[in-house]
């Protein structure tokens, strides 16, 4: 009994690990979202506060 508890348990987390890898429909748009300048994520349709700032 507590080897098909432990196996069913193991299979379990095999499908979670599977689904883990899989890429999701709206993880291409956020990475879109990001500046390629310093990383950050840009909300709304303005520029990135990073260009904001005077270089130094």
């Given at each position: 009994m507590l080897v098909k508890i432990v196996t069913?348990?193991?299979i379990g987390m095999?499908?979670?690990a599977m689904f883990?890898?899989?890429r999701l429909p709206g993880q291409r748009k956020l990475e879109a979202?990001?500046?390629p300048k310093?990383?950050?994520?840009r909300?709304?349709?303005?520029?990135?506060?990073?260009?904001d700032k005077k270089s130094s």
């Open positions: 069913f348990f193991l095999a499908v979670l883990g890898r899989l979202r990001k500046c310093c990383g950050a994520y909300i709304g349709k303005g520029p990135c506060p990073c260009k």
